[in-house]
């Protein structure tokens, strides 16, 4: 017959056995509290925490401003005086709203139209003075620009790729800088030789072109 205390010691034996669990999960460290980004240190578009409400808000507002630039660009007519300026510098037909128009709409032709888009979506991130603007648009321009994962990916090299990936860490608003550097070049040195030979801007200046009178 067992004694009283064989007895206790039985009863409170799986009571402590039961206590070790909660003990042990008491003495594990807590779990860590999820950061900012949780998924974004890759900047890839199939990131799971953006917004995407957010992100179609955004990306509707940047297709207003940037889709109907030829037209809104095209509605003043150049000056004869301005299409011929544009032959003597590629600066001079980017600084214009007309050229920018007119050579967007020959790199659609080429299918390079994605160029110009960059660049301008660059400009438009410069002049942002919102940090929380900035954030969004940035992440925006590596989305539909730099990503390879993008149908629209510009043409860049390693260095400023990877500059690019450490300063999206903390975006700014002269986050592309290097590489809408690159890709202006890329312009100036590719097609805008090949744009100055084109029909587009041939037609151009013949439009401007002053008529032969005939008297009689």
Not at 50 to 63: F, K, L
Not at 84 to 93: E, G
Not at 99 to 111: H, K, N
Request: hydrophobic residues 30%; glycine residues 2%.
């Amino acid at each position: 017959m067992p004694t009283t205390h064989e007895v206790e010691k039985q009863h409170t034996g799986p009571e402590e056995a039961d206590q070790h669990p909660s003990m042990s999960s008491h003495d594990a460290a807590p779990p860590a509290a999820p950061s900012r980004n949780p998924c974004c240190l890759c900047w890839c578009c199939c990131c799971s925490c953006w917004n995407e409400e957010r992100r179609r808000a955004w990306r509707a507002s940047q297709d207003s401003k940037l889709q109907p630039l030829p037209s809104c660009e095209a509605c003043s007519t150049p000056s004869p005086e301005e299409v011929q300026s544009w032959a003597q510098s590629f600066d001079k037909l980017m600084r214009s709203p007309a050229g920018r128009g007119a050579f967007r709409e020959f790199l659609r032709t080429e299918y390079s139209e994605e160029n110009m888009l960059f660049w301008l979506a660059c400009e438009e991130l410069k002049a942002e003075a919102n940090q929380h603007a900035v954030d969004e648009k940035a992440r925006l321009i590596y989305e539909d620009y730099v990503s390879i994962l993008s149908p629209k990916e510009v043409s860049l090299d390693s260095r400023v790729r990877e500059g690019i990936n450490r300063k999206m860490q903390e975006p700014s608003a002269h986050t592309f800088d290097d590489a809408q550097l690159q890709i202006y070049t890329l312009m100036h040195r590719d097609s805008y030789p090949r744009f100055l030979g084109s029909p587009t801007y041939r037609a151009l200046l013949l439009r401007g072109a002053p008529q032969s009178s005939h008297e009689a």
